[in-house]
């Protein structure tokens, strides 16, 4: 029963994850399109860097909610530092 309960959890979670970084990219999908080649490079360095964090700590075992809050936490403070330069 808990681990049911756990999967909901994390079924809802991701849902309303994916819901909310949907709209933030509608939004600001204008930005987006004229940003072109910057936004590409940009989520590639993004998850180039989580792979590679990903990869040479690999010993610790870290749960996919924490995973994904450490990706949104990262994600938004990247976004604050690239919007100021």
């Not at 204008?30 to 910057?38: A, D, E, K, T, V």
Request: one cysteine or more; a neutral charge.
């Amino acid at each position: 029963m808990e681990t049911s309960l756990d999967m909901i959890a994390l079924g809802t979670f991701g849902f309303s994850k994916s819901m909310q970084d949907g709209k933030v990219e509608a939004q600001g999908s204008s930005r987006i399109l004229m940003s072109g080649r910057q936004v590409v490079v940009a989520s590639s360095l993004l998850h180039a860097s989580g792979f590679f964090f990903g990869y040479l700590l690999k010993s610790l075992i870290v749960p996919c909610a924490v995973s994904s809050v450490c990706c949104s936490i990262f994600g938004s403070a990247l976004d604050g530092i690239w919007n100021a330069v």
